[in-house]
């Protein structure tokens, strides 16, 4: 099954290699991931998609997401 997560984080590469190391670190199944700028100039908006599967969930990939401090916002899209 596939989940679909959005956060807003701080702008810049650096905080997508910290997003993308944790979600690799912990094995999760990526299949899309997007980032976008906004209209503020200090924030993108990322858009990741995973594959759920039993052991590894999408309020997994959440929590682990929340613990990185670039991140302002993070939610469960469907």
């Given at each position: 099954?596939?989940?679909?997560?959005?956060?807003?984080?701080?702008?810049?590469?650096?905080?997508?290699?910290?997003?993308?190391?944790?979600?690799?670190?912990?094995?999760?199944?990526?299949?899309?991931?997007s980032m976008t700028s906004t209209s503020n100039r200090c924030c993108?908006?990322?858009?990741?998609?995973?594959?759920?599967?039993?052991?590894?969930?999408?309020?997994?990939?959440?929590?682990?997401?929340?613990?990185?401090?670039?991140?302002?916002?993070?939610?469960?899209?469907?």
């Amino acid at each position: 099954m596939q989940k679909t997560i959005k956060a807003q984080l701080k702008n810049g590469l650096d905080s997508l290699v910290r997003v993308t190391n944790i979600l690799r670190k912990k094995e999760f199944n990526i299949k899309d991931i997007s980032m976008t700028s906004t209209s503020n100039r200090c924030c993108s908006d990322l858009i990741i998609t995973i594959y759920e599967n039993e052991g590894l969930g999408v309020k997994q990939v959440i929590n682990q997401m929340e613990k990185i401090i670039d991140i302002y916002e993070i939610r469960e899209v469907n």
